[in-house]
Every structure is written in C-alpha cells, then in structure tokens.
C-alpha cells in the first residue's frame, strides 16, 4: 500500500491549512486511517483517527479545530486543520492499517508533508 500526503505548507497563526492522503496499492480494506505528527526532537504523535465505519478519536490538542474526514470509496483521508497554532508546526504522516492481497493486516505510513504556522 502506497499512501500519498498532499496539502501541507506554511500558515499564518490563525489561519487554516487542508490535508489530504490517498492510499493505492492491491487493498482489500482499510480498517482505520488516520494523521500523526511528529516535531523535531519529539515522539510521534497520534492527531486524529477515523474508522471505516466513521468513528473519530482525536487528541486533546485539536479537538475543536481539527476535523478529520474520509472516503472509503477512494480510499482517502482528509485533515481540516483551522485556528491553526504556532505548536503545531510539524511533519504530518497519514496512517492506514491495511488489508492486501496475500497479507493479513498491516500499519502503512506516507512520507510525511511539512506544516509550518508562524508570522
């Protein structure tokens, strides 16, 4: 599974910026997608997560601004970032624990795609 991350880049504080990530690749299913972030010097970090039935989890630092979204006919997961903070500066990785052909199920990472939010 190849998943790719599009829509990163830099943002004044306040302002609002919109994720996306395709998964490709022979997928039987995708149970949970999901975005992490990781800062320089820190753990990565869960941000949020939607199931294929559409539950939500989202970390406590973005509820209220952060909405995740997805489509399970394109196999594609979406972040709304709005109020955007200087603290959330980081490199955003779109998740998928994927069913394919020939294998059980397993956790993909995308490459990653830069957010910056500073004046």
């Known amino acids: 599974v190849q998943l790719q991350a599009s829509g990163g880049g830099s943002v004044q504080p306040g302002g609002s910026l919109r994720l996306s990530c395709a998964a490709s690749g022979s997928i039987v299913n995708i149970n949970v997608m999901g975005w992490y972030r990781q800062s320089p010097g820190l753990q990565r970090e869960l941000v949020a997560i939607?199931?294929?039935?559409?539950?939500?989890n989202y970390a406590d630092f973005v509820k209220g601004r952060f909405t995740i979204s997805r489509d399970n006919a394109k196999n594609t997961v979406h972040l709304q970032m709005n109020s955007l903070k200087p603290e959330d500066t980081a490199v955003y990785y779109c998740?998928?624990?994927?069913?394919?052909?020939?294998?059980?199920?397993?956790?993909?990472w995308g490459q990653g795609t830069q957010v910056t939010v500073s004046s």
């Open positions: 998740n998928a624990n994927a069913r394919v052909l020939g294998r059980g199920w397993t956790n993909y």
């Open positions: 939607v199931t294929s039935t559409g539950t939500t």
